[in-house]
Structure formats: C-alpha cells, structure tokens
C-alpha cells in the first residue's frame, strides 16, 4: 500500500486547480503571499513531452488534438476524456507498463482514442464548460457515434455531463477518479476548496490576464522534484530505485510533469463554482449547452473505478452515481483500487489487474452478460 511520508506529496493536487497544504486557511494564506509573484514572469516553458505509444492525429482544432490509438477500424470506438487541468493527457500514456492506452489495447479495445487538451493562449480565455462540451461533441462526431466513453478525474465529470446531455451518442461510460457528488463524503481537494473564498480564485485568473498559467502556479500544486521514493510508490515501480529502469522512468514522468497546461478563466472558475462550491452537477441544477442535467434520467451502462486511498477524490464521491442516475443496478459495475489518485491512471499494478475488466465489460455483449448473470444466479442458488 502506498503510504504518506511527512512531505506533502505533489499528487496532493496533480490533476485540478487546488492548492496542496495542511488546511484551507494555510493554502488561502499561501496563495494570497505568493500572488505578486504569480504576476512576473514566472518560469519558462518547459518543452511538451513524448508519448510512449505510437499514434497518429485524427483531428486537430483550436482546442484539442484527437489523437488515434486504434490498431483496427471495426468496432465500437473508445474515447478517452483526459483531464483538462494542470497536465496533460500524457498520463494516459506514460511508459512501458504505466501506459493506461497500452493495458486497454492489451485487453482487447481495438479503436481507441484519446482527448489531447491544448493549453489556452489568449485568444481561448474567454471559454467555459460549454465550449469543452461543445468540442467533446464534434470529437465523438468524428469517431463515430455511439462511443464507449472513459472519463479520467476532471475529464470524468466532463465525460458525465456530455453522456447526459446526448445519451444517445454514449453506449457505455466508464468514470474513474472523478467527483460527482462532493457531498457524498469529505475529500482533501473538496475541503480545500470549500474553505478558500471564490475572489481568491477570481484573483489568480485576473493575474494570468483571464487565464489560469500553468507554470505561474505549478508551486501551489506542488515541489518542482518528486523524491525518488514517492515516485517509486506512487507507480507501483517493479524495478529498484538504482536501476537503469527506474531512471529512465524517473525522467519520463518529470518531464510529463513540467510541461504545464494553461486554462481558461471561465471554465477554470465555473468548475470550481458548480462542481466543489454547489455541487450543481449531484444536485440536478447544472446546465448545459442549454439544458438542465438530470442525473436521474441518465439510464447509460455504468462503470465507476475509485482508488482506496484518494487523497483528492473520497470513492463515495463517485460511487454515489450508482444513486444519483437512472441506470440499472446491473449495469453498474463498481471497483475499488489500492492506490492512490495517480495510481489509477499510472500505476503498475492497477493497470494490470483493474483495468483489463473495464475493457472486458465495454467489450462484452448484451448475449454475454445475460449468460454471465444466469451463471452467477445458479453458482449462489441454495
């Protein structure tokens, strides 16, 4: 199991906009001291990094590269919705054995695409939610609907909102990480936030000219190193801390985690407004692309996948989906992974003996589960 050392760990806050500290107080107070800085020039860009598996780019926009996993062009295609926040969707993709787009080929999924958020340049600092959701719609458009949709954290929340919102694009979504229900349990990430008042926010978008800089604001997030022996535990590491494989490792994932993402001002605050300060989405008070999203009428097949040991994102906050939506209880899948919020998207061994299930569940047939469903009644007959 991976346990906490006495430094806060940078994947405190990997994937959203929330500042890793002790309480909220002591983040508020942070943020506030360093603000002056956040208007100078702040590091240099680092350069993007290189993904682990070949592929090509289905489509570019302004927005997103569409890039193509698929060894094969039958078949339902997959999308992966990968965060849009601080990194980028290269965590899909780390290397040889912490490559979430390698475990599900293995397992099976032949038409397989992933969501490359581009970081925002001036002239995208006016876009919110709807804008994402927008280009997410032209992206399934363009694979082919319907799709079997993966949402990742960030992306899981985006992912849900467009399944809702065009259920008949959306054969079956699989969430993962993400926060739906915020009043489900207490999280690190919902308590932060909760307790930094909104002109704080308000403040580092007006700092960054109507966006939020990445690496203005990578401090807040955490130390620009990661010690060797979090690392190690955090990617569920085979190799020893020494060895020339774990090096290698050690120099893809800092690169990965230097190149930053900037992120425009709407979407950043309208995410922190309705999802952590309402709780609009649980609620049934969000809208989107102009139509309020019921949860409740969402009957689409379900997949929810939560690490144990979260540190972000409290398990219930996902699983409380199971409640919230119309769907069947069974076609609701539910899973917990020893790990932590990394983990789930790059560690070793939940890549290896989680997600080949959620590969075998998009891949099953209607014909399948009933059969596998009759077994299992005749396996706990008395």
Known sequence: MYEPTPNPLPQLAFLWPAFAAASASEAAAL???????????????????NWNTPNSIAL???????????????????????????????????????????ALRKAGLRRLHVTDWRPADETMRDLGIDDYLATLNVLVDHVG??????????GGWLALIYAARFPAKVRKLVLVGAPID???????????????????????VRLGNGRVIGRKVQKFW?????????????????????????LALRRRFQAWYAWTLDLPGPYYLEGIDRIFKRNALADGKFIALGERIDLSRLTTPLYLLAARD??????EQLFALSRLSGTAPA???????????????????????????VADWLTETETTRIDLSQETRTRTAP
Do not use: N, Y
């Open 222 to 246: 955490g130390p620009e190193t990661i010690a060797p022996e979090d690392m190690h535990r955090l990617l569920e590491v085979e190799a020893p801390l020494g060895s020339d494989d774990f």
């Open 331 to 357: 076609d609701i899948r539910t899973d917990l992974a020893p790990c932590r919020h990394l983990g789930l998207f790059m560690g070793r061994k939940v890549l290896r003996d989680h997600w080949p299930a």
């Open 145 to 154: 609907a319907p799709v079997d949709l993966i949402g990742l954290c960030q």
């Open 31 to 49: 943020m506030a001291r360093q603000f002056a800085e956040l208007a100078g020039g702040g590091a240099r860009p680092a350069p993007e990094p």
């Open 310 to 315: 979260d540190e972000l994102i409290a398990p």
């Open 60 to 102: 570019g926009l302004k927005t997103v590269r569409l890039r193509d996993f698929s060894t094969a062009t039958t078949g339902t295609p997959t999308l992966l919705c990968a965060p849009f926040a601080l990194h980028g969707a290269g965590i899909t993709d780390l290397a040889p054995d912490h490559s979430l787009v390698t």
């Open 182 to 204: 915020i009043t489900a349990a207490p999280s690190g990430l919902s308590q932060i936030v909760a307790g930094m008042p909104t002109a704080l926010f308000e403040k580092l």
